[in-house]
């Protein structure tokens, strides 16, 4: 850590999209530098710090030297080589979060671990997909759940890619397509709901852990992120957030954690049960950056340089977070002023991305008393900044909220 | 407005001091794009905007050349060439806030147009250093307010330079030695306290207004900014605030602003006075950031591109900012984590700018439930920041709360 000597801390990303841009919008007012190696000049990070980079992060050469420009290394995605930051970290890096956090990114390791570990996660079973006998290990699997089974591939999945829902009869076909990771095989669990849990940590363990938030996915990407509830309409039975609160505190330690981590969680007959983990920060406490007095952003970077953490109550009764995803209808970009015009109170977040049909491009967040009102102002906004199209084609399939595995 | 077809609009500032840097870290998550014509590649926005011109915004050609790039023609610091704004705006450029609004930067303008309007302001009077009966003149004004007389040169002054505070006696040898703009006398008044009302004002008339504060000078700069007091301990009296806010509504009308515009007022017998006004972002709204639903600088580029503005109530009964001050002991940059480690709770501001005695580089905002700990906790944190010698001297200079003119 001698590259910041009296600048404050240089904190480098591995990738340059969303989440990278709102910790660099996060970093500026508290005198940390940020750099961006990303993998093309038009990832979103671009418009909001001179510092990037343009290079491949698999290449060990570059990120090396992208590594010794910085105090500190941290990730926008988690889909990097882990045995090159191992590499890094082996030579002395901090690398945040650590390699030994990264490599709960797959799916398989994760539940193994987990199921070790106490914390409670769904039956699961690891197949390989090219053996000889996983047809029939996932057939009965199958028939101990109902008949039917979720097949996730152990890596590479993300907003619903990745995860098959599928009758044990069609299971052999597509076996006999299918080629990639490992495959985790799951029961379809009859859901209440889903929620989600934040925890920063930093490497000395201490911890800090924002309330539990709901989240709404729509064909398998989160939508609706919903938080509040402690006086008036209650989002949350309060057993069941702490029960929340626990397992995300122990996944942090389990994981050993440096940053931000993303908890999961799915509702079951009252009780929750792991999902998935993201060890950065995430989709679910893009609502912190207004409804929290620390955002996940600002979290983040305080626990990767090792600084005190902030505190994480809400700033209003009820906090809705609704994602603005790119339709047919042009770009958001021209259409703050109509979300405005409807809702001034709405706390609009572009990130500057090309609009492109199911991709996310911002959110907007909306805080407030009346958890209703907070929902229909942040979709009312949001859909205008989608266009209409998009709205209603939202409508349509809004009320599906079967199990979506993002 | 053609430049910005498909992209957001593109908002080009004149300077690229810390106010900039702050609206352009507004700017980019509502999907407006930001771009800076700076005087030194040092300035505090080339940390987060890659989008920097080094120029010279006095030669006609560069700002020309600058404001084609652009949409909206906004200024960092409104020490700008007025000629060439009313130039550029007379071509059609967007020029906001507008020449007709800058002409009140001049105080001897502002005087004259404000007690036409029939708004509170000083008793007055303009002289020009170099006349004959100029002693004369201050004399007899300050034989009819107690003997001294405050001197203001009508332009170039800020943070407590340009004014000064003189014995009638003293004024020969003051005006021997004194070459500038011409001189605005105004007698010294017995404070109660100063506030400030921030405006916003779109093209149309629309305005949005924030609630009052009470600002707090010392060594005639801004140090300490306070708001709430709508429950509890009051911070103002409402019909004071009324009046302050009807005072505020009246300035934005009459100078025509387009943009946000701060008046700080004078209270003097319990009511109001202008004091002086900045037909931009100011340091008194800094806590809007995140004490206010929205932000004075989010509401400056709202007003200037023209979209619908934001509500401004308080995020909690009180929030405090204090300013960070440099000092001899070095950077703040090498010291948030003291900071956050006695006040997790502070929100840290610092502009990116090398730390210099009497310098604001930074500034901290705490929201809290009472007030004198949220003052407690920000000038604590202030002070860790700025280093333990600088806090010695403010805690000898502090309870000097005399007419400071800021």
Known sequence: MTVSEGHGPVVGFVGGGQLARMCALAAAPMGIRVMVLAASSDEGTSEVTPNVIIGDADDPVALRAFAEQVDVLTIDHENVDHSTFADLEAAGVAVRPGVGALRFSDKAYQRVEFAAAGLPVPDFVVVDAGAADTAAVINEFAQRHGGRVVLKASRGGYDGRGV???????????????????????????????VAVLVARRPSGEIAVWPVVETVQVDGMCDEVLAGGNAGGTVLDPDLEAEALRVGAKVAEV????????????????????NEIAPRVHNSGHLTIEGSETSQFEQHLRAIVDWPLGPTALM????????????AAGDPRDRQAAAFSMVPEAHIHLYGKTSRPARKVGHVTVLGDDLEQCRERAQLAADLLAGDRFADAMEDSHDNREQSNE
Not at 316 to 327: K, L, T, Y
């Open 164 to 194: 098959w829902i599928l009758d044990a009869a069609d299971v052999p076909g597509f076996l006999a397509g299918y080629e990639g990771a490992p495959l985790v095989v799951e029961p379809l669990l009859p859901l209440d709901r889903e």
């Open 255 to 274: 994981t050993g954690i440096v940053g931000v981590l993303a908890i999961e969680l799915f509702v079951v007959n009252g009780s929750v049960v792991i």
């Open 316 to 327: 209003a009764p009820f906090v809705v977070m609704r994602n603005v995803v790119g339709g």
